[in-house]
Each structure stands twice: as structure tokens, then as C-alpha cells.
């Protein structure tokens, strides 16, 4: 109970503060800091307002925007650049090639109709061929060559339909320029063709291609003999990514039919493009998304397959795609793409179509795109990581800005209120300066005005009669005004006197008004005038 009752009487104390601070007003020094505050919330919600209108908010997002664009557009350049240069480079190597086996199976005494007949020929035919495939290799910058000829060298053994004798070598730092010890190795092909040539052979190397499931040698081949009259740079073609058979290669080959001067096809020949070269070549450049990818894949039914799709970035998508690699794409708001993998996985991102093949050619219903994607995930942290940023910038310029409303208020009103109490003192004369122009020009007035008022006192020779008056006059004032008026006589001022008595300002302006008027003098001036007077000619106050 007694804990209720003291809350009751703080309550009521605050009230009375708060009606008192109501009827005296806001002091100076509070209406100034609050000014000054006013401003300060002003300027900065304009300032809130123009980064909301110009975008400045949301610059996160508009800037991750023109960081993907940008990748973007150097991406596809350089993939059309190097995919269009292989493409050609393919095609003269196929004619090359073709060329140089017709000849020298001329030399032989043999035909290319009848090549399958003499399979003790093939090692010979190919190992010829070795000096054309590096030199081909090293002038292309790809990561591997290779050609496959229609036939076998053993058409009897098991396995001899999906066999195919040929030549694949691999450059292992395609990346490295200008290196004049190239590290070349043999994936498929004779031993003997190693062993001439001092390289050595793949870990994973076979003799023979293994064509079972191998649409990079069966399309450009079944092409090429339905148009015989189509040019080679209508028929060469790109596979999607797929990991080599029997190895752990993820390649993209570029393969060209080879079609001799009869128009026979007998095998293929192209160059190769391995994961690694292709991450090495397309990486993104970017140091603000540490997972910021670029994606070479070919688009079906508005979804991209990464199992299909050639990777560069810091990491691979693959890795957290819990084998679901079938990516939709689904447009947003602003230039961003959405390609929703799962119900956990997600990118944003953008992406652009890219021209593997010619209008013309036998693939070119087949679209690819390159597209630039991060995680969802860090496009929001890394936004709301800058808007953070941003409203604790705001939050502390709000801070700064209030404490500084605070002490430039103090420090303002300082000299105006040591002003006020000079003008408060009883001898304006020996007043010191305030140094502010305003508050020395009150002072001098007030000066002035009160020795004017003495004067014209002591002019008009006061006499007895009329201070007797005066003084019973004071009769007249009813005990609330002659408190009042005691504590003029005794020196206070209004202000004073209002904390004394515990009224209000405007009680003590309206006492102020009757003693006036009761004791027939104009202002509190004049009324101290006749105080002092009295006090000077020794009559007392009853």
C-alpha cells in the first residue's frame, strides 16, 4: 500500500510539473535544443528520402546487377571468341586431315572404302598423322585433339562394333602460354605413337575409342551423310559436357566428320575443351561474391542441366545440388533471372544466348546461353549487410547530431541567460558587458529608463501627500496581491516570486495588474521607483 501510494504522489508531481512547465512556458534553452534537433531529423530524413529515391537503399542490389551484367558480357565474348576459333580451327584440321589420310592411303595402294579391310594398316595410317594433331593441338590452345576412323583393328574380338581406332592427346597445361616443353600425354591411341615420341601414356589410356554411347562421333557422321552437300562449317558440332568414357575427364569436344574427296565419310576429328581449361579461361573476376560462377550449358525447355553444363567459379554448383541438377529459370523483377534448382537451392542471375553454330547449320536448333548466377542466399546477406551499414551510419549521425543540438544550445544560451541576470541585479549601471550586441543594448535601455524615471521622480518633488497616498493605497490590496507586493519591496522579480508562492506566472501577471491599478502606477518600474523613494525618505511599508 504504501508503495502504491508513493507511486500515486510521483504521478501527481509529475502532473503538477508538467501543468506548471505548460502555464510558464518552455524554457529557452529546451525550445532551442529542440530546434536545433528538428533540423537535424530534417536534413537527415531528406537525406533518407533522396537515397530512397536515387536508388542509393537498394544499391545492393543494383550494384551485384551491374557486377553480373558485366561478367556477363566479357563471359560471352570471350566463350563465342574461343568456341568460334576452335570451331574453325576444327574444320581446317578435318580438311587437312582428310586430305593427308586420302593421300597416303593413295601411297598404299588403298582406298578409304576398303580401309576396315586392313586393319595391320591403321597404326601406320595414324601414327603419320601424329605430327599434324599437336601442331594442330598447339596453335588451337585447347586442352586435347583428336581424330577417329571409321574402323577397328581387330573386328573380331568382342566389342569390335563400338571400338574405333584413332588418336587423342591431351595438352595437360593448356593455360600455360608460350611454354616450350608442353606437358602432352596419349589418352587413346597405339602405344608404339608414345613410345616413338617420348610421351607418356594417360593413367586412364586405352588403344581404341569406345563409341558405345559417344554422340560426338555418331551425330556429326549421321549429318554428314544425309547432307552430303552441306559444307563441314555446317556440320561440326559440340557435345554438352559429359566425362570422357573409362576416364574421369569432363570434356566438351568440338568434332568435324571427315569426308574424303568422294564424299565418303570416314570418321571424325575435332578438339577438346576440359573442365579445368574452361575455369581457368572463364573466371569470374570478382572479389565481392567469393561464389560468383559463370555457366556454359544448353537450354531446354527454359531449364538449364548442370549435369550438361561447363562451370567457372570458385566452386561448383554441383557440389550442393544433392544431385538435382535441373536448374528452371524463372524470370523476376528487374534484368535479374531466378533458376530454382530445389526447395533449398536457388540462384539469381542473368543469362544470354551464345552462337556455337552458324543460322545454317544442321545443329542450330540446339540453343546454348551463358550465364553468370550466385547463391540467392548471398545476394541477400550481402544487401542487407550494406543496408545495415547504412541505417547504423544514419542511426549515428542521428546520435551526433542531438548530442551536438545539445551542447551548441548550452553553449548559446550561456552568455544570453548570465544577460538575463545581470538585467535582474538591482544596479544596471555597474553592469558588466555580455559582449552580445541585443542583450548591452536592453541593459543600456533599461539603464537609462530607470534614471529617467528617478529623475522625473526627483523632478516632480514628490511630496508627502502623495506618498501617504501610496502608501494607503497599499491598503487597498487584498492579502494574495500584498504578498505579491511584499516581495517586490524585498527585491524579487516576478519569476522569483511565482516559486516562492507556488502560482503559476500568469497568477503572479494578473496580481501584477490589480497592485497596478489599486496603487495608480503604469508599470513594475514606476512601482519600484515609489519603493525606492519610500525607503530613501524612511517610511515604512505596514
Aim: charged letters at 20%; glycine letters at 4%.
Amino acid at each position: 500500500m504504501k508503495k502504491i501510494f508513493s507511486n500515486k504522489r510521483k504521478i501527481r508531481s509529475l502532473k503538477h510539473k508538467l501543468q506548471k512547465s505548460l502555464e510558464v512556458g518552455m524554457p529557452m534553452s529546451l525550445r532551442l535544443f529542440l530546434f536545433l534537433v528538428v533540423i537535424v531529423l530534417t536534413i537527415i530524413l531528406g537525406v533518407v528520402a533522396i537515397l530512397m529515391v536515387t536508388g542509393t537503399l537498394t544499391a545492393g542490389l543494383s550494384e551485384t546487377e551491374k557486377i553480373v551484367e558485366n561478367e556477363l558480357v566479357h563471359a560471352s565474348d570471350r566463350i563465342s571468341q574461343e568456341y568460334g576459333h576452335l570451331s574453325i580451327r576444327a574444320i581446317e584440321f578435318s580438311k587437312e586431315l582428310s586430305i593427308s589420310i586420302e593421300r597416303k592411303l593413295c601411297e598404299l595402294g588403298m582406298s578409304l572404302s576398303n580401309l576396315q579391310e586392313h586393319p595391320e594398316m591403321l597404326e601406320e595410317i595414324i601414327s603419320n598423322e601424329y605430327e599434324r594433331a599437336l601442331f594442330s593441338l598447339q596453335i588451337s590452345k585447347s586442352s586435347g585433339v583428336f581424330f577417329i576412323l571409321n574402323a577397328t583393328v581387330n573386328p573380331t574380338l568382342n566389342g569390335a562394333k563400338n571400338s574405333r581406332a584413332g588418336l587423342y592427346i591431351k595438352n595437360m597445361e593448356p593455360n600455360i602460354i608460350n611454354s616450350s616443353t608442353p606437358t602432352i600425354i596419349v589418352l587413346r591411341g597405339f602405344p608404339s605413337i608414345s613410345r616413338n615420341n617420348s610421351l607418356p601414356l594417360h593413367s586412364q589410356w586405352k588403344m581404341e575409342f569406345d563409341i558405345s554411347n559417344a554422340p560426338y562421333y555418331h551425330r556429326p557422321i549421321a549429318e554428314a551423310n544425309i547432307n552430303n552437300n552441306l559444307p563441314l562449317s555446317r556440320l561440326y558440332y559440340w557435345s554438352t559436357s559429359f566425362v570422357f568414357p573409362d576416364t574421369s575427364e569432363e570434356v566438351m569436344l568440338c568434332s568435324v566428320p571427315l569426308i574424303d574427296s568422294k564424299g565418303n565419310v570416314f570418321g571424325v576429328c575435332g578438339f577438346e575443351i576440359s573442365s579445368m581449361l574452361f575455369k581457368l579461361s572463364h573466371m569470374p573476376n570478382n572479389s565481392i561474391y567469393n561464389r560468383l560462377f559463370c555457366v556454359l550449358s544448353p537450354i531446354n525447355n527454359g531449364s538449364i542441366d548442370f549435369n550438361k553444363s561447363m562451370f567457372a567459379g570458385s566452386f561448383s554448383a554441383r557440389t550442393i545440388s544433392k544431385n538435382d541438377n535441373n536448374l528452371k529459370i524463372s524470370s523476376s523483377k528487374d534484368s535479374f533471372y531466378s533458376y530454382i534448382q530445389n526447395e533449398d537451392n536457388s540462384f539469381w542471375g542473368i543469362h544470354t544466348p551464345v552462337k556455337l553454330y552458324p543460322d545454317e547449320s544442321v545443329f542450330s536448333d540446339e540453343p546454348w546461353a551463358v550465364a553468370i548466377m550466385i547463391p540467392d542466399k548471398d545476394v541477400v546477406i550481402s544487401v542487407a549487410r550494406l543496408n545495415l551499414l547504412l541505417f547504423s551510419l544514419l542511426t549515428l549521425l542521428i546520435v551526433l547530431g542531438i548530442s551536438a543540438s545539445f551542447v551548441l544550445s548550452k553553449r548559446f544560451l550561456k552568455p544570453i541567460s548570465k544577460g538575463f541576470d545581470i538585467i535582474k541585479s538591482t544596479d544596471l549601471s555597474t553592469a558588466p558587458r555580455t559582449r552580445i550586441p541585443e542583450i548591452d543594448d536592453l541593459i543600456d535601455f533599461l539603464t537609462t529608463h530607470n534614471e529617467e524615471l528617478y529623475e522625473k521622480a526627483k523632478q516632480e518633488d514628490f511630496s508627502l501627500s502623495i506618498l501617504d497616498e501610496f502608501l494607503e493605497n497599499t491598503k487597498k490590496l487584498s492579502p494574495a496581491e500584498r504578498s505579491v507586493f511584499n516581495l517586490y519591496v524585498k527585491g524579487h522579480t516576478a519569476k522569483e516570486i511565482s516559486e516562492i508562492l507556488y502560482l503559476s506566472i500568469n497568477t503572479i501577471k494578473t496580481h501584477n495588474k490589480r497592485i497596478y491599478t489599486k496603487l495608480n502606477v503604469a508599470s513594475r518600474d514606476e512601482l519600484l521607483v515609489y519603493i525606492n523613494i519610500l525607503k530613501e525618505v524612511g517610511k515604512e511599508f505596514e
